[in-house]
């Protein structure tokens, strides 16, 4: 069986523009946003230039959006991002970021995302510890400290999550989009109860009084020096913001990828930079500083909910954060399989990977693929550290394909464009200089230094695997 098979092709169009703004709001809203802040904040010291890092990182990652709008109409493909790396680079860079996806960005995530469900859990259920089963585990340094790698009942739930949403995803995208819809809203209405509580019933008026007091700016006032670490900072809001790009993925099953991709990522983009804005001024209002930067295991949303209810606040929050994490997995797992089959019609994957479900229609061998070895990362227990590498690897990519669409406007000018970026050339081009300028300081900063340089060096070992790869199919005649 080839590539070229029909029913290979026929995905389902059953992904509408709601389904598909929910797909973008959905995927981006996990744990993060009840967590990094704590880390924000002990890095830039006030919640002035706490609210900063997130605006900025809303800003970045809404102008990113807009620009992508015009590729995405451009090439209503299954693979995304994949495809307008290929298209406007060349195969060589398409080929690296899906090999960075599936080795750390997709993965990695989904499998941090899994383990953070689990962890969470476990304020329910005690008995889901993270301890790895004695003999069953080991102990590895990757130079920031130890590792446990094995079985731990944390791990177990991870995996078995992970099992069941890729099942769910095989069984058809109509069925996996209902639950990321549903799901969307319910997480959405949890995050946006967090807010108004914090900004009514739940306000501390001392907290509040202290944060946007005379504390709210450093004492020396706002120079150029604080550039840096305000970029330094935004890894952690960047993550939370992150996989806004998955609905273009699944470009082939939307009803109308031409006008919906452009809207959803948009407005994804711009509904959770003004929620994520929102609940760090309800975090401020109830909590001080000190209470938010030093939060246990930096459980910001928990401590909020704990101020407000007590004990009760623990279990509120642990629920909601279990129903955003399944849900943020759902949407990740769903969209990144794409990405694989798109690459193996290339022959730049496993073969099969090209074949859809011949009932269901579903990239399903992509979809088993993604789970295996998103599974021995929550096993091996370094889904953590490759988190480290996954923004600055994002990030490089995400610059990659906004200098793509100058070149696809140079070197394509006759190409349909059905929607136009926002303020080209000035929008993509601020979006360029500012992702570069971002990858420049994740490089440079001491606390940073390391797991940039090791992200640039997982997308560079993808440039032998990609010739290999390629001299390995024309040899066995595959291509």
């Known amino acids: 069986m080839t590539a070229t098979t029909p029913h290979q092709t026929e995905f389902v169009k059953a992904i509408t523009r709601l389904d598909a703004t929910a797909l973008v709001v959905g995927s981006m809203i996990g744990s993060g946003i009840f967590i990094v802040s704590a880390g924000i904040l002990r890095e830039v010291g006030t919640p002035g230039l706490l609210l900063v890092v997130w605006a900025v990182s809303g800003i970045v990652t809404l102008m990113g959006a807009l620009s992508y709008g015009e590729l995405a109409a451009m090439f209503p493909k299954a693979g995304g991002q994949y495809v307008y790396l290929r298209e406007g680079i060349s195969p060589l860079f398409g080929y690296l970021y899906g090999w960075t996806l599936f080795m750390v960005i ?28 004695p003999g069953l585990g080991t102990t590895i340094n990757l130079g920031s400290g130890p590792i446990a790698v094995g079985l731990s009942p944390q791990r177990l739930l991870a995996v078995a999550s992970v099992t069941l949403l890729t099942w769910i995803n095989v069984r058809g995208v109509r069925t996996a989009t209902l639950i990321q819809t549903t799901l969307t809203v319910v997480k959405t209405g949890a995050l946006a109860a967090l807010i108004l509580l914090g900004l009514t019933i739940g306000r501390n008026a001392a907290a509040a009084a202290a944060n946007f007091g005379t504390g709210f700016w450093p004492a020396g006032g706002i120079g150029l020096s604080v550039l840096p670490v305000i970029g330094a900072a935004m890894v952690g809001s960047l993550f939370s913001m992150d996989a806004w790009n998955n609905v273009g993925f699944a470009s082939g099953e939307l009803k109308d990828p031409t006008k919906d991709l452009p809207f959803a990522m948009a407005a994804g983009v711009l509904v959770v930079t ?13 909590l001080t500083a000190d209470q938010i930067a030093n939060a246990p295991q930096d459980r910001v949303g928990t401590a909020a909910l704990q101020a407000m209810f007590g004990n009760a606040g623990l279990y509120l929050m642990a629920g909601a954060i279990m129903i955003s994490t399944f849900g943020c997995n759902n949407g990740l797992i769903l969209s990144g399989a794409r990405v694989y089959y798109a690459m193996a019609r290339d022959n730049l994957f496993f073969k099969r990977a090209a074949d859809l479900h ?31 590498y996954v923004i600055f690897a994002a990030l490089l990519f995400y610059m990659l394909t906004a200098v793509g669409l100058f070149l696809l406007r140079r070197k394509r000018p006759d190409l349909p464009r059905p929607v136009k970026a926002v303020w080209y050339p000035v929008l993509p081009a601020l979006y360029v200089l500012l992702t570069g300028l971002l990858c420049v300081n994740l490089l440079i900063q001491p606390g940073q230094r390391r797991y940039a340089g090791l992200g640039l060096i997982i997308v560079a070992l993808g440039i032998p695997v990609y010739y290999a790869w390629k001299r390995f199919v024309a040899r066995s005649g595959a291509a």
Do not use: H
């Open 106 to 133: 997709q993965t990695g995530t989904i499998a941090a995302v899994a383990v953070a469900f689990a962890r969470f859990t476990a304020v329910f259920f005690p008995g889901l510890t993270p301890d790895v089963f």
């Open 358 to 388: 011949p009932r269901y229609r579903t990239p399903a061998v992509a979809l088993a693929a993604q789970a295996i070895w998103t599974c021995v990362l929550c096993l091996s227990g370094t889904y953590g550290e490759l988190l480290n």
């Open 274 to 286: 003004v929620l994520y804005l929102l609940a760090n001024v309800s975090y401020l209002n109830v």
